[in-house]
């Protein structure tokens, strides 16, 4: 590489280029700052150009699962199903990205090795994979929240003999067809990946710690009349999905609790929303307390159980598949999840009752003796989310303090989900301790949010260099130093006893979820979202930007 090109010298640099980073890309270029993007990727698509298992697939409806800033694009944009796949996903970006001449700032097969704050010169020093260094007066993060793949720590993992993925890291040109596969874990990944792939493996051999709860998505094609009636409504739907929702899944989310009806009006409202479809929509669209009150959250499973046992033939598998902890994960939605244990070729193992003794070099071998013969095993493990992309990045702050050091006293904490005192001029899209709801939507609202502080910050910068060039700035002819903006500790600590305090209520706190970080073993749990909401989440935002930016200091 030649020496002109070593070292760059940027207003901002973006790192990542899925949802978050394309649309900070847009943003920060309009706003006329020479603005860079690196991905360790080839192409655009963060997330979803990792996760190309069989089946991924958004489990947001269509309409909402994209940008809302061109409206136009909105109503012309082809989507014929309910729900998007994969290579829908992944196309859309890519059009996005065309449609806006991004690609002229994006770098890809780069990866950030390192970020070092230079006080002195107010600026960020970024090193690559490729042996160019970044010197950027922002560092803008959209690593992603589900990026780090998680690994179980099993032993003899090295020794399989077979073909071995995870979902996160999904190569091409895999053949399944006629192959004897095992797949450990049944999160929304899980469910999706065994969905799809049962009626083509010749034996499909399922291995859940904990049973989930699943409901059906209502996958299927829209009519011509349906899009024509979004298309005509799309200012509104974006105000209620957003501005006036808790989670931007596209419903009205409901306050009236669960024993407010009798049972069998319960039980309708169960069926219809199970009928119609979406995981969110069951747990939030039927009764506002199945996430905080036991007994409701209890009614709620008991129908789902109901349907298990209903759909499920075999009762041995259906007593396997039978969720033992509360409905209190993320809520997931399939397409035919329970039924593909009707298939001769699928069978569950449950690790709560025969845990897996270690990996053999020809499969599985299990605490009952036995050994499950396959020719490939797929890791639906999930990630170390939230700060997992983060913690193993070398980003130092004023003083040379880690990321990892920053937080290894009491788990991720941020500002807002955003900032982090001590670690100036940087900004996370989905950072620890952002709002718990549909992505595009809270990325939407972070990218906007950094835009905005980014474009007060330069506004005082502009102050400054016109001062100088008057003479009324500056020492010894040396230009003014760019202005500097970083959250408080007393704001991150305020921000972080707040999303406590809103999580206190939940019932996902006392399930062993990774939306607290307890799927990874050794990691630390704690809060890692906001849980009021996204609408009183970007109130909050327009608080703090209408208070001068309250809860950051520009120096």
């Known amino acids: 590489?030649?020496?002109?090109?070593?070292?760059?010298?940027?207003?901002?640099?973006?790192?990542?280029?899925?949802?978050?980073?394309?649309?900070?890309?847009?943003?920060?270029?309009?706003?006329?700052?020479?603005?860079?993007?690196?991905?360790?990727?080839?192409?655009?698509?963060?997330?979803?150009?990792?996760?190309?298992?069989?089946?991924?697939?958004?489990?947001?409806?269509?309409?909402?699962?994209?940008?809302?800033?061109?409206?136009?694009?909105?109503?012309?944009?082809?989507?014929?199903?309910?729900?998007?796949?994969?290579?829908?996903?992944?196309?859309?970006?890519?059009?996005?990205?065309?449609?806006?001449?991004?690609?002229?700032?994006?770098?890809?097969?780069?990866?950030?090795?390192?970020?070092?704050?230079?006080?002195?010169?107010?600026?960020?020093?970024?090193?690559?994979?490729?042996?160019?260094?970044?010197?950027?007066?922002?560092?803008?993060?959209?690593?992603?929240?589900?990026?780090?793949?998680?690994?179980?720590?099993?032993?003899?993992?090295?020794?399989?003999?077979?073909?071995?993925?995870?979902?996160?890291?999904?190569?091409?040109?895999?053949?399944?067809?006629?192959?004897?596969?095992?797949?450990?874990?049944?999160?929304?990944?899980?469910?999706?990946?065994?969905?799809?792939?049962?009626?083509?493996?010749?034996?499909?051999?399922?291995?859940?710690?904990?049973?989930?709860?699943?409901?059906?998505?209502?996958?299927?094609?829209?009519?011509?009349?349906?899009?024509?009636?979004?298309?005509?409504?799309?200012?509104?739907?974006?105000?209620?999905?957003?501005?006036?929702?808790?989670?931007?899944?596209?419903?009205?989310?409901?306050?009236?609790?669960?024993?407010?009806?009798?049972?069998?009006?319960?039980?309708?409202?169960?069926?219809?929303?199970?009928?119609?479809?979406?995981?969110?929509?069951?747990?939030?669209?039927?009764?506002?307390?199945?996430?905080?009150?036991?007994?409701?959250?209890?009614?709620?499973?008991?129908?789902?159980?109901?349907?298990?046992?209903?759909?499920?033939?075999?009762?041995?598998?259906?007593?396997?598949?039978?969720?033992?902890?509360?409905?209190?994960r993320r809520p997931l939605c399939d397409s035919g999840y329970y039924e593909q244990f009707n298939r001769d070729n699928v069978d569950v193992v449950s690790l709560h009752e025969t845990p897996i003794e270690r990996i053999t070099p020809e499969g599985i071998l299990t605490s009952d003796g036995k050994e499950h013969k396959l020719d490939i095993l797929i890791f639906a493990t999930g990630f170390d989310a939230v700060d997992g992309n983060y913690t193993r990045l070398a980003i130092k702050g004023r003083n040379g303090e880690s990321l990892k050091e920053h937080w290894d006293p009491s788990g991720p904490t941020t500002y807002l989900g955003v900032s982090v005192p001590n670690f100036p001029n940087m900004f996370m899209i989905l950072g620890p301790n952002g709002p718990f709801c549909n992505l595009p939507p809270a990325i939407e609202t972070h990218v906007d949010f950094i835009s905005d502080i980014v474009e007060a910050t330069e506004s005082r910068r502009n102050a400054s260099t016109k001062q100088f060039v008057h003479g009324q700035n500056g020492v010894n002819g040396s230009t003014p130093r760019p202005p500097v903006i970083e959250a408080t500790r007393q704001a991150e600590e305020g921000w972080t006893d707040l999303c406590d305090k809103l999580s206190a209520g939940s019932l996902f706190r006392k399930t062993d979820s990774w939306i607290f970080g307890s799927n990874v073993p050794g990691k630390k749990q704690s809060v890692l979202f906001y849980f009021g909401g996204i609408s009183a989440y970007r109130k909050q935002l327009r608080e703090v930007a209408a208070e001068g930016w309250k809860g950051y200091t520009i120096t």
């Open 1 to 328: 590489m030649s020496s002109d090109t070593a070292e760059q010298s940027l207003d901002a640099l973006v790192v990542g280029a899925g949802f978050g980073g394309i649309y900070q890309l847009k943003k920060t270029r309009d706003q006329g700052l020479r603005t860079k993007l690196i991905d360790i990727a080839n192409d655009v698509g963060g997330t979803w150009y990792w996760n190309r298992y069989p089946g991924a697939m958004s489990d947001t409806e269509s309409y909402l699962y994209r940008y809302s800033w061109d409206l136009e694009d909105l109503r012309t944009y082809p989507w014929d199903r309910h729900y998007i796949y994969q290579p829908e996903v992944y196309g859309y970006l890519r059009h996005v990205t065309e449609r806006h001449d991004l690609r002229k700032d994006m770098i890809f097969k780069t990866a950030m090795e390192s970020a070092d704050w230079d006080d002195n010169a107010a600026r960020w020093v970024v090193r690559t994979s490729t042996g160019v260094t970044f010197r950027a007066r922002y560092l803008i993060t959209a690593l992603g929240l589900l990026s780090k793949q998680n690994f179980p720590d099993v032993a003899g993992i090295n020794t399989f003999g077979g073909e071995k993925y995870h979902t996160g890291a999904w190569p091409e040109g895999v053949t399944l067809e006629g192959k004897r596969v095992g797949v450990i874990g049944n999160g929304s990944t899980g469910v999706q990946v065994i969905t799809e792939i049962a009626k083509d493996v010749q034996h499909l051999v399922c291995f859940q710690r904990n049973p989930q709860y699943s409901v059906p998505s209502g996958q299927g094609p829209v009519t011509p009349g349906y899009r024509q009636k979004i298309n005509e409504n799309y200012p509104q739907i974006w105000k209620e999905a957003v501005d006036e929702s808790l989670f931007a899944f596209g419903f009205k989310e409901v306050s009236r609790s669960t024993f407010s009806v009798g049972e069998e009006e319960r039980k309708r409202v169960y069926e219809k929303a199970w009928n119609k479809g979406g995981g969110f929509r069951f747990m939030f669209e039927t009764f506002g307390d199945i996430s905080t009150d036991e007994a409701a959250n209890n009614a709620a499973s008991d129908f789902i159980k109901a349907k298990i046992r209903e759909t499920v033939k075999d009762p041995e598998k259906a007593r396997k598949l039978m969720p033992t902890q509360l409905y209190a």
